[in-house]
């Protein structure tokens, strides 16, 4: 495999790399909702132990990992999890965010729903926590 010389390492940057970003492959948590609320098309990628894995998902029932598709109840970004977190899949899925105009502007616009939903009420953050806990009990 050859060296990838024009590669940068980037760090404490966050919001800086999300505000010029053009896509981002994300590992699950409240950085899937930042890039989101950043309007940056994700791929949530996300690879644990096997064993954690099989026990978490028998003790908790739910469809989503991120909080995206969670607070959303359905799947705005796609979600590569355990053995679907593969090179061929990141880089279909990658390939899809930067080229495919229709996927781009079905994600803008359920990034534009997310907030909206966010911000009935005026807590984005108690809405939050409330659509959570209702989707996982």
């Known amino acids: 495999m050859a060296p990838y010389n024009n590669v940068t390492s980037v760090e404490n940057k ?5 505000a010029n970003a053009k896509a981002a492959l994300v590992t699950s948590g409240t950085a899937t909702l930042e890039t989101a609320l950043f309007g940056v ?14 026990i978490a998902k028998r003790l ?3 469809k989503f990992i ?13 979600e ?14 990658l390939d899809n965010l930067l080229n495919n105009e229709p996927r781009k502007e079905q994600i ?30």
Not at 41 to 54: D, E, L
Not at 66 to 78: A, C, G
Not at 111 to 118: A, D, I, Q, V
């Open 14 to 18: 966050t919001y800086h790399l999300l």
């Open 41 to 54: 098309p994700q791929v949530v990628c996300y690879k644990g132990n096997a064993i954690s894995y099989q």
């Open 60 to 62: 908790i029932k739910i």
């Open 66 to 78: 991120s909080l995206v598709n969670l607070i959303m109840d359905k799947e705005v970004v796609k």
């Open 80 to 93: 590569l999890i355990q053995e679907n977190l593969t090179v061929e899949n990141l880089k279909k899925e």
């Open 108 to 137: 803008k616009d359920d990034y534009s729903r997310l907030k909206n939903l966010l911000q009935q009420g005026g807590n984005a953050s108690a809405s939050a926590a409330k659509i959570i806990i209702s989707a996982i009990t």
